[in-house]
Each structure stands twice: as C-alpha cells, then as structure tokens.
C-alpha cells in the first residue's frame, strides 16, 4: 500500500510537469527598444507572472495552452495565447487613451490631444475622499491656479474659490460660473457622490464663449450617466463619519485663571467650549439605478445627508434626488433626453438667516472658566450690565429657528442629426428654488432681559425662478489630413427673484408668540418693526459660436465669439458686449524632426487669448433710482419724502478682462511622466467703482462707473509621475504648483477721476471696538493690510511704533493718527502647492491628498482680543497673555487695545489634507459586482507656525486673511464607508 501512494504521488508531480512550459519572450515597442518592467501574468491567475528585465526580457513557467496579458502604462495591453510557443516576440502598441480622454469644454466636449486652451479636468477617481460638504472640497488641491479655500468647520458652510488670483474691487461678482450638465447650478446644489468628473475652464480663450460669466472662471461639472447597451446596476455609497475640533485656542482654565485673578474666582470649573460642542455623528447615503437597453437607458439617483456639526444646534440634513431618461430614435440619428432633479435642505438655526452663530463661540472663548452655567435657582447665570459679556448657552437654548430650502429643476434635451456630420441641439430647463426660514428668541433671552426685545424674532422667504433655452448646431467633418467644426448657438437666461421679510418684538410670552406667530408683538403696532419685500428680475441673452481647425493632428487652431446683453446694464449704451477668442496648438512631436527621440511621446505648445466680461453685482447700477428719505411736514400731515439714491450713467459697461495664456502639455516614458506648464497675464480693464461727485449738477453724491484697472500675472505647474506600476504594486503621484501676482494699476479713468489713490475697506473687532483692517491701493496688491507698526517695547511694557518716516516713536508720543499706519501684511497667499498621491497593493489602495499655501499673512483676531491685559478682569484670557513681548516684558497694562502688526502672523501652512485607504473585494458571491471598504481622515495634519487655530483662513474679496475671534473652529473627521455595485 505504500508503494503503490508513492508511485502514484511520483506520477501526479509528473503529469503536473508534463502540464507546465516554459516561455521565454521578449517586449519591444514600436521602435524596437525594450519595455523595461512590463507586466506579464498568465490570464485568470494574477499569482502567476513577472516582470520584465532591463532587456525586456521575462522567463516564465505557465500552464499549457495559457494565455498571456502583457501590460504597461502608456501602452495597449495585448493577450497572446502560449500554446505550441516556447519563445515569443511582442510588440507593445502605444496607448493614445491619454490624447484621446475626453474633456469638457463650453457647449460641448474635445479630445484631449486637441485642446489648446488652459483647461482641467478631474476624474472621479482622483476625487478627495471622506465626508466633504461639497463639489469644492472633491477638487481641493487638485487643478493648479484654482484656489479652493474651507474656512471653518461649519456642516452648513462652503468652500470659497478663487482662480488665477482677484479680478474686481467689488463692483462686480466674484464667483466662477458652475454648469451642472450644462444648466447652472452652485457648488453645493448636486451630492457629491453623484459626480463623474469635474472641468474647468482656466484662461479667456476657454472662458470667451461664456462671455460676461467667463472672467471668474467656469466650471463645469458632469454627473453620472448610464453608458453602454443592456445596463442593469445598482450601486451604494455610503459613509458614517465623526469629528473632533483639530486645534483649540490655549485658554486659561478654572485653577490658571482663579489663580491669577483671585477676586474673579466664582467657584465653578466650566470648560465653556465643552459645554457648545459635542462628538457629532453625520452619516451620507447615496443609491444610484441604472438600466437600459441600445434605445432607452435611465439613470436614478438618491442621495441622504445628515450632517452634525462640533456645535450644538448646528445640524444640516439634506435629501435629494435626480432621474435622467435618454432615448434613442430613426436610427440613432434622435436622441431625447428628459431630466428631473428635486432637493430639500433644512439646517438649525441660532441667529437670524443662517445656522450656528460665531457669537456664540466667541462668548465661549472669552468667558470665565469659574462661572458656573446656572445659578442656584436654575436659572441662566447672566450678567445683563457687563458690555458684550452673554452666557453661551443661554444663547444657544434660549432661541430657536430653521432654514429650509428645496430646489425642482427640470431640463431636457433634444439632439438630432439630419445628415452625417452635423448635430442640432436644443436643451431646455426651469429652476425653482423656495428658502423658508423662522428664528426666535425667548423672554428669557439676553435681548429681552438687557436690550428690552422681548421675544425678538425673524421670519423670512424668497423664491428663485430660472429659465435656460440654447439652441445649438455644429458640423464636424474630416477630409484627409485636415479636420475641422462650426459650433453656432444661441442662450437665452432669465430669473426672477422675489423676497420678503419681517422682524417683530415685544411679545407677552413665549407660547402664543415669536416667529410662528409674528404678527402679534407690539413692535409692529409701534411701527419700529422691520418690513421689508423686493423684485428682481433679470434677463441674458446671448448668440455664440467657435471653430475648430487640426492639420494632420499637428497644428491646431480654435477660434470663438459671444455677442451677449443683459439687464443688469439696462438704461445705459452698454448693455451689448462682444468677447472673442482665438487659441493655437503646434504638437511638436508631430514634426519630423522629432521621430528619433525617445524622450517626449507627445508635446504641444499652446497660446491664447480671450475676453470675457463681469456682470454688475447689482442690477440697474446705470440709471437713476429713488428712495424714501426723511419725513417732511406737508398741509398739516407727516409725509416721507423720496430722494435720489443714484446717478444715471449710460456709459456704464462690463468690466472687461484681456487674457493672454501660454503652455506646455508633456507626455514621456509611455506616460510615466506627464503635466502642463501655464503661464498667464490677465488684465481687467473699466473696473466698477463709486465715484464722489458734486451736487448739483448731479441729483446725488456718488456715481457708479467704470475707471480702475488691474492686473493678475502668474504660474502653474501640473506634473504627474507613475514610479512604479507592475501586477502587484503601482504608483502614481501628482505635483501642482502654482504662482500668482495681483496689482491694482489704477483706480481712475478717462472721465471720473478718484480723489485718492486708495480706499479702505473691511473691520477688525477687539475689546469691543472696531478699525479698519485692509487698504486697496494703487500700485499695490489686492489684500493688503493696513495698521499701525510695533517693533518694540519700552522697559515698562509699552509698545514703540515705527512711523511712516521710519522714526520710532514711543507709546505716550504716538498720536494714533490714520497718516501713522503701515502696510502690515498681505492676506493673500502669493503660491499654492498640492501632492496627491495613489497607492495601490494587489486589493489595497491608498490615496494621500496634500496642499499647502504660502507667502502670506494672518490677522490673528484670537490673540488680538485674549492677549490683552487690559481687558476687563473678568473676561478669560489665552496663556501666552503673560508671555514676554518681543521677548523683553509683558505688555502693560496701560497699553489700550488695539489693532497693530504684533498681532499679524505668518500663514504658511502645509496640511495632510486627506488619507484614505481601502480594500477591494472584487466580486462577492453571484449578486455583488465588487465591493470596496474604506477609511478615511480629512484634515488629518496641519504644519504651520501660526499660533491660531487653523491657518486655513477666508481668502475671499478684498479683506482676506482676518482670522476673526468667532470663526467656528475648523474640524478633523473620520468616516468608514462602503461601495458596492450589484
């Protein structure tokens, strides 16, 4: 018997060898030079293969009759069958899929290869991961020039975005245009996990075809579609997520602060941001179906949100739902496309018209860690004769309120080809959006107990129609080597925004009165309620078109034109704008000359130029308005008058934005190596400004005109390198870096003069004072801070200032004039830079998003406030209030607080912004596609030698960088969530 288990052991290892062969190969591309590691894997079984040597060469022992996969990044991936083959030959073919992908440009898409405009384009798979809020955050770090800023840790909050640096002085908008699909949206009108990719238009040669919304930038987001024949999938995303706060101000606590402040001590050990913050739990839902056949296919989308923020009472909870029917008709040659999109959002309320209210936080920050929260008789502890001094809980729980919104939107979109080439196109949509909000504050309130509004409340609504109709035809056509098409449309835009509010007070109790029943307090009888109601509508019309020229995919030519009015400018000459562009591409490696290198596998350089404008933020800015005035008494009766609230100019224009863009598009090594290089020069000419004038002639003081110009020059850099790639392991990293310069070179035209070069705009708060905090100036950069100068300290803890002479001057001598400040600092960061990498291992992957933003200044309004000794004794204070001032002496108290450089800090920061890693299943049993487990850290590190609490800070219009003392804090979370396709 054990004989017989030997021999047939002996002859199953035989038969197993006899099954096996031994391949021996070698892979060349096209130019016959190796393809140093490739992967080579027998078919079915990825634990069965190599890699290629130095020489291209593999040696492998594989099953008889197997088959072969061969890959390599930049290259076709081929299957060869062993069978009756012991050496092989193979021959990889370039991968054009990188020239190929893709890209969304204005009214309609462009292969990459083709494009020869500054554009972006960011794929799902490259998207941020983890619980973000919005489109904004998906993107954050990932286009080079596009500044994407999240300035606190609000659930209910946004992103602010800023391209290729500031374009106005706030007399136009400063928000990019966002395309959903083509239709205008926001940022946060669509669910994150319903995006497929996001474009976006950079320079003026993208952006022309917009015209008066193109100098912000355009961004055009696409959402999933059902694709292919006989689709039947549904698949989940969802997450669960907590936070923590990422940084807390270093306050005094109960025992620090007793200790300094004896005759302060009340005897309770509060930690006051413990008592308004909590650990949230937020948890997002996101079902997609799709189906389908060769004519009908639909996609249906479901999305839940239900966000907590770190503050109490600041929760945001959002569902929505999209449906998209495509049919295909007469051969294909119809294509009927109807789309259904409906959302409601509600999110607690603490002040009026917003969520959590920043007061609250700041009375948190600045109050004294042994008052308790209550006093003896359960009532609030409150001390209504101290100035600005509120218990926040009593703030939180003493008011309530909520806002609703909900959005219906319904588009569609007819596209038919009559003959081969040419494509018409018609796409039709109507938005509603309905904002509902309530706020109110009880008799218990420190309004009511102090200021005497009992029972203070707000009620508010406004509702938001917009109608969308274009109308486009294109004729594309290929003879030989030339290739060419005519895009020719026509828009039409129209909203119609209405709004009405009331404030009321003076209410006898709580039951019967406050917002949902507001028109019982006796402040609306006494006429000191505030009633308020308007109208605005307005109208964009707008005929376009572009042509698109390639020779032999070598030289590259598009050109396109905007001929646009609109009603903000109705009354004046100006209403029509034209906006061309023109752009060109040479694909260098197209040329002959370039055949033999073995460095670049495509390179094309880029130049163009374009015009786009921006709409005046307020409508009818160019003809006379009137409004009531004083009450004048008339044949024995009180009567309000009406006077003049602006000046008619029928001059009044667009401001006007001429963009030259020059780059580099690389691709080397079969795609290992690949990017951009931008570089840009931006002027906007007929800034919009309020101009002093004499009255009379005129009927009122200031004019609205065109006159200022600015400039933006700058930098980006887009590099991405794949190290590694091979069956098991593979790398891909991606560098963006970019540089921007703003400089305002005037701030008068050719008819209205400015009596000065500057105006200053935007406050600081400290100790319950106010003071300017920027200056826009002349020959200067947007952002700039304008304060007083500190350089030193006398022997008793005073401050010594610097003048404008450069003479010190010590603290008694100072006179605390305007014509003594400086330029402190700048809030606008002069460089962005962002490292995105992904990692993968066999089923692991792992992403790793980093940004940082440098060259800037911060106005720390924490330290500005809580570092200051003559605040009153029974504020809290930070621990460094004692630290030496410019290492000498603590600061006297005799020194008043103000707002000066020793508070404005350095903002460089470089954050871990994201790590995420997952595991993939693939296939699970008969019903799962695949399935996908992950964790994710959002916020993960910040480095920095700022000392407040995130150097993330509003980088928004004309005042960025002010860190303000009641910034909800910025937050770290962590989510576990699931993918899974059935």
């Known amino acids: 018997m054990k004989h017989l288990f030997l021999l047939l052991t002996l002859l199953s290892f035989s038969l197993t060898a006899l099954a096996q062969q031994k391949v021996t190969g070698k892979v060349k591309d096209s130019s016959g030079e190796p393809v140093i590691g490739a992967s080579v894997v027998v078919k079915g079984n990825n634990t069965m293969g190599t890699i290629t040597d130095f020489d291209g060469n593999f040696m492998l022992d594989v099953p008889a009759k197997s088959v072969l996969v061969i890959s390599y990044i930049g290259y076709v991936t081929q299957e060869v069958p062993t069978a009756g083959k012991n050496s092989l030959e193979i021959v990889l073919k370039e991968d054009t899929k990188t020239l190929d992908e893709v890209v969304v440009i204005g009214y309609g898409t462009q292969r990459k290869g083709d494009v020869t405009s500054s554009v972006a384009s960011v794929k799902a798979d490259n998207f941020v991961k983890g619980a973000v809020k919005d489109v904004g955050q998906l993107i954050q770090g990932k286009v080079a020039g596009l500044a994407i800023t999240n300035p606190n840790g609000d659930p209910t909050g946004s992103t602010q975005i800023r391209l290729r640096g500031t374009n106005t002085i706030g007399g136009a908008n400063t928000a990019p245009l966002v395309l959903i699909d083509g239709i205008p949206g926001e ?112 996609i249906a989308n479901l999305n839940y949100a239900s966000r907590q923020g770190i503050m109490k009472k600041s929760d945001f909870e959002s569902f929505q739902g999209r449906i998209e029917v495509t049919h295909r008709m007469f051969d294909d040659k119809l294509k009927l496309k109807f789309g259904l999109f409906g959302k409601k959002n509600q999110m607690e309320s603490t002040t009026s018209g917003g969520s959590f209210r920043g007061w609250v936080y700041g009375q948190a920050t600045r109050r004294n860690p042994t008052d308790p929260v209550r006093n003896e008789d359960g009532t609030w502890n409150e001390n209504v004769s101290k100035f600005e001094y509120e218990n926040p809980l009593a703030l939180l729980y003493e008011a309530e309120g909520n806002v609703k919104k909900t959005q219906l939107r319904y588009n ?30 009880t008799l218990n309130h420190i309004s009511a107990l102090r200021d005497g509004l009992a029972g203070w409340s707000s009620v508010g609504a406004y509702t938001k129609m917009e109608k969308l109709m274009e109308l486009t035809a294109q004729y594309n056509k290929e003879i030989g080597a030339h290739k060419f098409s005519v895009l020719g449309g026509y828009s039409y835009n129209e909203t119609d925004f209405e709004e009405l509010w009331i404030d009321n007070y003076g209410f006898q109790d709580d039951y019967f009165g406050g917002w949902h029943n507001i028109g019982i307090g006796s402040a609306l009888k006494d006429g000191k309620a505030n009633i308020g109601s308007k109208k605005t509508p307005t109208n964009l019309i707008g005929f ?81 308005m009137l409004k009531y005035g004083s009450y004048a008494f008339v044949n024995g009766n009180w009567v309000q008058t009406i006077v003049p609230a602006s000046n008619p100019n029928p001059d009044l224009k667009w401001e006007e934005k001429k963009e030259t863009n020059i780059g580099l598009d690389f691709v080397s090594w079969g795609g290992r190596l690949s990017g951009s290089i931008d570089y840009y020069n931006r002027d906007v000419d007929g800034l919009i400004y309020e101009y002093g004038v004499p ?93 007083f100068k500190v350089v030193d300290v006398d022997s008793e803890g005073r401050w010594i200032y610097e003048d404008r002479n450069g003479e010190l001057v010590n603290y008694k001598d100072f006179t605390h004039a305007p014509e003594d400040k400086h330029v402190i600092g700048n809030g606008l960061p002069k460089w962005y830079a962002g490292w995105n990498n992904t990692l993968r291992y066999k089923n692991f992957d792992l992403n790793v998003t980093m940004r940082g933003a ?19 004794r029974f504020e809290n204070r930070l621990k460094s209030v004692n630290d ?88 770290r979370s962590f989510s576990f969530g699931v993918n899974v396709k059935f």
Not at 561 to 584: C, H, K, M
Not at 899 to 915: A, C, M, P, Q, T
């Open 187 to 298: 940022l946060g009108t669509v669910a994150p996990e319903d995006v497929e990719s996001v474009d976006v238009l950079k320079d003026g040669s993208a952006a022309a075809i917009y015209g008066t919304r193109g100098t912000n930038g355009v961004i055009l987001i696409t959402t999933k579609q059902a694709k292919g024949v006989d689709i039947n999938q549904v698949e989940y995303n969802g997450y669960v997520s907590t936070s923590l706060i990422a940084k807390k101000l270093d306050m005094l606590n109960a025992d620090e602060f007793r200790t300094l402040y004896p005759d302060q001590d009340h005897g309770a050990d509060t930690d006051w941001i413990d008592e308004i913050s909590r650990t949230p739990v937020s948890h997002v839902h996101n079902l997609s179906l799709m189906g389908g056949n060769s004519k009908t296919n639909y």
């Open 412 to 441: 569609g979109n007819i596209v038919y080809n009559p003959i081969k080439d040419l494509t018409l196109s018609a796409v039709f949509s109507y938005i509603r959006d309905n904002m509902n909000r309530g706020y109110g504050e």
């Open 544 to 624: 376009f078109g572009r042509a698109t020229y390639s020779f032999k995919n070598r030289y590259l030519l598009m050109g396109a034109l905007r001929y646009e009015g609109a009603s903000q400018l109705w009354g004046t000459d100006n209403a029509w704008g034209l906006f061309p562009s023109i752009s060109v591409g040479w694909r260098i490696t197209e040329e002959a000359f370039m055949k033999n290198q073995k460095i670049f596998d495509d390179l094309k350089l880029r130049v163009g130029y374009g015009v786009t404008g921006s709409q005046p933020k307020d409508p009818f800015l160019g003809v006379a």
């Open 695 to 787: 009255t009379p002639p005129n009927l009122y003081n200031k004019t609205m005109a065109n006159g200022g110009t600015m400039r933006n020059r700058g930098v980006e850099v887009l590099v991405t390198v794949v190290p590694v790639q091979n069956k098991d392991f593979e790398w891909s990293t991606t560098g963006t870096f970019s540089l921007n310069s703003n400089k305002l070179i005037s701030l008068s035209g050719s008819i209205f003069k400015s009596d000065y070069d500057y105006f200053n705009t935007g406050t600081v708060e400290y100790s319950g004072q106010v003071a300017d905090s920027h200056r826009v100036q002349v020959g200067e950069s947007i952002g700039n801070f304008y304060g």
């Open 854 to 872: 440098f060259g800037f200044q911060i106005i720390n309004g924490g330290r500005m406030n809580y570092e200051n000794v003559k605040n009153s």
């Open 884 to 971: 030496l001032v410019f290492g000498k002496h603590t600061l006297s108290p005799e020194v008043e607080p103000e707002f000066n450089s020793y508070y404005v800090e350095d903002g460089d920061y470089w954050k871990i912004d994201n790590i995420t890693l997952g595991y993939s299943f693939g296939q699970v049993g008969k019903y799962i596609k695949s399935l996908r487990i992950y964790g994710s850290v959002l916020n993960a590190l910040t480095i920095t030698g700022y000392k407040g609490i995130d150097p993330e800070v509003s980088t928004d219009g004309l005042t960025p960088g002010y860190d303000t003392r009641d910034r909800y804090p910025s937050v």
